[in-house]
């Protein structure tokens, strides 16, 4: 069955079904009455700071912060008070400084996701620890021959990651493309999710939640619910799509809209390639290029099957998994609505062809210096369920090469310039979505086939008893860095890694 038919097919039931989907969240959202919620549907774009002269200089705060979210008020953390922080705007060979202040009760930090800028000292450090009251100024140099694309910017301190996330902490970086697309709008389009609980504050997170990584009851597009946005037909826009969901995969469709991807996560595809649907793990980027036609489109995350488990779990949890349907793995859950686009009015003139994108550098052809596996694993649970003095947390490892994270390990060390080869193995139930600061991946090998074309990214889901290889050139920069599970439960749990390139 094709994307299309399935959401005509569920289309019926989508009122029903985005009811049930938040239903879960009780007394917050329903109290609002569902449909009855006040202004602010509009899609709103976050605020835009752009480099000039070669220089972005800017402050960002992590603090507490109020928001409304459909009809209430919401407590949340967020950079500079807005969900998401301000979009960052610059270009290849710019210098991008952030002054960051912690506001927040826990440490933190802050990781430029994608950029390929030098981990060591101020740069994108994942090491560093910014206290409650304390600041640290970032200096990001970004090479001259940086790909353009969409990226972003959250915390990274090991063991609150995924709260910080979710608390909403995260904002977007475009790098501008020398020679864009002609389009008639850009939008930045961040996906987040969220669990509020009749208060407005954010929800317990439960053992359970964390390890199967948590998935919010609400979903947000740039901070709000279900916005809508318009257009005249004939149209061509791009959408930056960014998914800052802590562990939720998104599979995106745009009914009665002709799609295009034209990036992902890093660089522009040398074609645009029409697409009916389009699956982001956490923290992946896409790109899409939307020729409008007239109608009003709704932009639907299905759900996906990134595993989970019940196989490993539901004897010694006795049935108490979390909310949510059937057992609460992921995958079981209903569509989820996120944005409505509505196109009317009168045709726009004719849309210009889209010129292709640079050719890509293809690591395949280029010889490897040194090729590793990489075995990530969610283990067993020495000393019992909910025993021993490790906490909740320690209910079940997630490692790498069976070592849980420590920071002043150094796990791999590569050669700078050396392009080298790794075979990320899973040997659990679940997905896990591996990422690699600062060096790009460039994935040649998935289920035992070839992939096809150079395909770049930065994070490469790596699926339950499953396996990918990629290619990596460790050029530019030398210092240490890390790779580990984009769903971060799975990170600040210690699937996470360190490596030194020198
Ligand atoms: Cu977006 Cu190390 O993460
Ligand atoms: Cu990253
Ligand atoms: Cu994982």
Same mark, same amino acid.
């Given at each position: ?304 099957? &990134? ?5 490993? +779990?539901? $004897? !010694?949890? *006795? =049935?108490?998994? @979390?909310? /949510? %349907?059937?057992? #609460? ?41 040194? &090729? ?5 694993? +969610?283990? $067993? !649970?020495? *000393? =019992?369920?909910? @025993?021993? /003095? %490790?906490?909740? #947390? ?53 289920? *035992? ?54």
């Amino acid at each position: 069955m094709s994307p299309l038919s399935r959401r005509q097919l569920l289309a019926l039931g989508a009122a029903g079904a985005g009811a049930a989907a938040v239903g879960g969240a009780g007394l917050w959202w329903t109290g609002g009455g569902g449909q009855a919620l006040g202004g602010g549907r509009e899609l709103v774009q976050p605020e835009v700071l752009s480099s000039r002269d070669g220089v972005l200089d800017l402050a960002l705060e992590a603090a507490p912060a109020r928001v409304r979210i459909g009809a209430r008020e919401a407590h949340v953390q967020a950079f500079n008070g807005s969900l998401p922080g301000p979009t960052l705007r610059v270009r290849a060979g710019d210098t991008l400084r952030v002054s960051m202040t912690n506001r927040l009760e826990a440490p933190t930090n802050l990781h430029v996701h994608g950029l390929h800028v030098s981990p060591e000292g101020h740069g994108d450090n994942p090491f560093v620890s910014i206290g409650p009251g304390e600041s640290f100024d970032y200096e990001y140099v970004l090479p001259d021959d940086h790909p353009p694309g969409t990226y972003w910017y959250h915390p990274h301190h090991h063991g609150h990651v995924a709260d910080q996330l979710a608390a909403g902490l995260y904002g977007t970086i475009v790098v501008e493309d020398p020679d864009p697309v002609p389009v008639a709008r850009e939008r930045v389009l961040v996906i987040s999710d969220l669990t509020l609980d009749g208060s407005g504050d954010l929800a317990e997170v439960t053992p359970m939640e964390r390890m199967r990584g948590r998935e919010g009851e609400t979903v947000l597009v740039n901070g709000r619910l279900r916005p809508s946005a318009t257009a005249a037909p004939g149209e061509r826009e791009l959408w930056r799509v960014v998914n800052a969901c802590p562990s939720r995969f998104l599979r995106l469709s745009l009914d009665g809209q002709t799609l295009r991807l034209s990036g992902r996560d890093l660089g522009r595809l040398p074609e645009a390639v029409g697409v009916t649907e389009v699956t982001l793990a956490p923290g992946n980027r896409v790109e899409l290029l939307v020729d409008t036609r007239e109608g009003t489109s709704t932009l639907v995350a299905a759900p996906v099957d &990134r595993g989970g488990m019940a196989g490993m +779990m539901d $004897g !010694m949890m *006795g =049935g108490t998994s @979390g909310r /949510g %349907g059937s057992g #609460g793995d992921p995958g079981s859950g209903e569509p989820v609505d996120l944005l409505s686009l509505e196109v009317a009015g009168e045709p726009a003139g004719h849309l210009d062809p889209v010129p292709p994108g640079p050719s890509l550098r293809d690591l395949r052809e280029e010889s490897v210096a040194a &090729r590793r596996t990489l075995d990530f694993a +969610m283990g $067993g !649970m020495g *000393g =019992g369920m909910m @025993g021993g /003095g %490790g906490g909740p #947390g320690r209910m079940m490892s997630f490692t790498i090469d069976g070592q849980e994270f420590d920071a002043e390990r150094t796990d791999q060390r590569v050669r700078v310039g050396a392009v080298e080869e790794w075979t990320l193995t899973n040997a659990s139930p679940m997905d896990h979505p591996v990422h690699l600061h600062v060096w790009p991946m460039q994935v040649v090998a998935e289920e *035992g086939r070839d992939a096809s074309g150079a395909r770049w990214q930065d994070v490469v889901n790596v699926p339950a008893f499953g396996q990918v290889t990629v290619r990596v050139a460790f050029e530019d920069f030398g210092g240490r860095s890390v790779f580990h599970c984009h769903i971060l439960d799975h990170e600040d749990l210690g699937m996470m890694g360190t490596l030194e390139a020198r």
